[in-house]
């Protein structure tokens, strides 16, 4: 199992479509720092799709006024919980 | 001790120093003997075309060192079909030629390294 | 577990850069080890001793060399990377002197093996990039 950080915003498609293209049943994605726009209402159908568990970064997620709503988030020492739950890590940026 | 590193590329070749970087991290891979892959995703596979000549921008050319890797045990460069399309490019057009990954293999090619170094 | 940190962003190009503070910090905190810190690209600029932000705005270097005093940390900084950008030590600004060295204590310099040596032997890397 992988942990995907993804950081980039939903601007940046060629990011996240490159991420999502190596998720594979048992992944976890994570969303930090502008990743966490992901969340905003329009682009949820998209990230409900995906066959990985989705996570937000608190501290990011607060910090840019984004709402949680039905998603599930986890703090810095549960980001590094997802670290060790999963055998590797792939950051895309 | 010996460990299976990938190393995701995705950017193009002189827009920033991510090629070169990429390239620096793969042969100090090889130098210590660890099986190092190359995966060139989206913008990076433009780092393949043939016919670059960057003296005139003052950049050293990736390229050149992209076909000497298979000097350093790395032998293969790989990148996927999904990342050809975006800039409509095929694969035996390119130089030096990558191994070329369809979606399903793609998905899987993560897993099969322990560890993942992206830039 | 072991950690090693790959740092890409220097402090005001990314988020990344003070990201990858906040992880090393709950990974001391949860128990866990971290074998090494490897600043590559811009992220060599977290280690400039010449870094003066206001007062009310994060110092990461600063921040850097504290977290590494405190829990002997190794903060390596890729030699080829830095020398590139301004990031030199003592005995690097002699060799290519200049007046003086600028890399803040703590840091070191070194090459890209040090990256390598630590992605094997760590149970987990962990890279913080942003601004490709």
């Known amino acids: 199992m992988t942990l995907h950080?993804?950081?980039?915003?939903?601007?940046?498609?060629?990011?996240?479509?490159?991420?999502?293209?190596?998720?594979?049943?048992?992944?976890?994605?994570?969303?930090?720092?502008?990743?966490?726009?992901?969340?905003?209402?329009?682009?949820?159908?998209?990230?409900?799709?995906?066959?990985?568990?989705?996570?937000?970064?608190?501290?990011?997620?607060?910090?840019?006024?984004?709402?949680?709503?039905?998603?599930?988030?986890?703090?810095?020492?549960?980001?590094?919980?997802?670290?060790?739950?999963?055998?590797?890590?792939?950051s895309w940026f | 001790m010996s460990k299976s590193i990938l190393i995701i590329c995705r950017s193009a070749p002189y827009s920033s120093?991510?090629?070169?970087?990429?390239?620096?991290?793969?042969?100090?891979?090889?130098?210590?003997?660890?099986?190092v892959s190359l995966l060139l995703l989206d913008d990076a596979v433009l780092q393949l075309l043939p016919g670059q000549r960057s003296s005139a921008i003052q950049a050293k050319n990736p390229n050149a060192m992209l076909g000497a890797l298979p000097m350093y045990d790395i032998e293969h460069i790989y990148t996927s079909l999904g990342s050809l399309a975006l800039h409509g490019l095929q694969a035996d057009s390119l130089e030096p030629a990558p191994t070329v990954l369809d979606a399903e293999e793609l998905r899987h090619f993560i897993a099969r390294h322990e560890v993942v170094l992206t830039l | 577990m072991r950690f090693t940190l790959v740092v890409h962003s220097a402090p005001y190009q990314s988020a990344s850069a003070g990201t990858a503070l906040r992880f090393a910090r709950a990974v001391l905190d949860a128990g866990h080890q971290i074998h090494r810190v490897f600043f590559y690209r811009e992220g060599v600029?977290?280690?400039?001793?010449?870094?003066?932000p206001p007062r009310d705005e994060q110092n990461l270097p600063q921040e850097w060399r504290a977290l590494a005093k405190e829990h002997d940390l190794d903060l390596v900084v890729c030699i080829a990377a830095a020398v590139r950008r301004g990031i030199l030590d003592k005995e690097e600004a002699r060799r290519y002197e200049k007046k003086a060295g600028n890399l803040a204590k703590r840091f070191e310099l070194?090459?890209?093996?040090?990256?390598?040596?630590?992605?094997?032997?760590?149970?987990?890397v962990v890279t913080f990039g942003g601004g490709r």
Request: with cysteine; charged share 25%.
């Open chain 1, 5 to 90: 950080i993804l950081g980039a915003s939903p601007s940046d498609r060629t990011t996240f479509e490159s991420c999502r293209d190596t998720l594979m049943d048992g992944d976890t994605l994570l969303l930090i720092e502008d990743g966490v726009y992901w969340a905003l209402p329009q682009h949820r159908p998209e990230l409900a799709r995906l066959p990985a568990r989705v996570k937000l970064l608190k501290a990011d997620r607060e910090a840019r006024g984004v709402e949680l709503e039905a998603l599930a988030e986890v703090d810095d020492s549960g980001f590094v919980e997802l670290c060790l739950e999963n055998e590797r890590s792939v």
């Open chain 2, 17 to 35: 120093s991510s090629a070169r970087d990429a390239l620096d991290m793969a042969l100090a891979g090889a130098v210590f003997e660890q099986p």
């Open chain 3, 45 to 52: 600029h977290n280690a400039s001793a010449l870094a003066s």
């Open chain 3, 110 to 124: 070194s090459g890209l093996g040090q990256l390598i040596e630590a992605s094997v032997v760590s149970d987990r």
